[in-house]
Nanobody
Framework: QVQLVESGGGLVQDGASLRLSCAAF????????MGWFRQAPGKEREFVAA???????YDVDLVKGRFTISRDNAKNTVYLQMNSLKPEDTAVYYC?????????????????????WGQGTQVTASS
């Protein structure tokens, strides 16, 4: 059974940094794309960033230059480094993993592209 477990969320001040981790169990994801989404209260879940099987990345303009997605295949883990956090970044952040192997990050911006999801971790940036 595949399981994705996020960690690293918390309450921080405006401008602070956090690093989210997503550890995968039950399957080796080195050949699969993975991504991060977020959902703020009263809003739809939105794409944040993805990393392809070969390490290519793709993210949205709202986080460009502030957030960085990366992966450590030896640890079967994907990370989201978040710098210069703003109150509008406050949301539950979800990790997701692809079902089909060897896909690039640019094809992974839609939630329906992912088969596996974590339970989410809360990130709150206060002003």
């Amino acid at each position: 059974q595949v399981q994705l477990v996020e960690s690293g969320g918390g309450l921080v001040q405006d401008g602070a940094s956090l690093r989210l981790s997503c550890a995968a169990f039950g399957r080796t994801f080195s050949s699969y794309a993975m991504g991060w989404f977020r959902q703020a209260p009263g809003k739809e879940r939105e794409f944040v960033a993805a990393i392809g099987w070969s390490g290519d990345t793709y993210d949205v303009d709202l986080v460009k230059g502030r957030f960085t997605i990366s992966r450590d295949n030896a640890k079967n883990t994907v990370y989201l480094q978040m710098n210069s956090l703003k109150p509008e970044d406050t949301a539950v952040y979800y990790c997701a993993a692809d079902f089909w192997p060897r896909r690039n990050a640019q094809t992974m911006a839609a939630a329906l592209e992912y088969r596996y999801w974590g339970q989410g971790t809360q990130v709150t940036a206060s002003s």
